[in-house]
């Protein structure tokens, strides 16, 4: 649904604390999109998927290569 707004997908990272799902979701945009762009795909996906699963807090981390390396192990 999302795929043709990001570039890259870096990875994604949960942990749970009591009945509270925490999810990361580390992505690529193109340098040279606006961040008012970047931050709205950002919101529409981080609603669909707190809908879609139950309980979860979502942040979707907006990443580059370099930096995304160390983010997901």
Not at 31 to 56: A, H, N, Y
Request: proline letters at 4%; glycine letters at 10%.
């Amino acid at each position: 649904m999302f795929f043709d707004e990001y570039e890259d997908f870096y990875g994604v990272r949960s942990r749970r604390s009591g009945s509270t799902i925490y999810i990361d979701v580390f992505l690529g945009f193109h340098p040279e999109e606006k961040m008012g762009t970047v931050q709205e795909t950002c919101d529409r996906f981080k609603r669909s998927l707190e809908v879609k699963i139950l309980g979860s807090i979502v942040s979707i981390v907006p990443t580059s290569g370099p930096s995304a390396q160390g983010a997901v192990k």
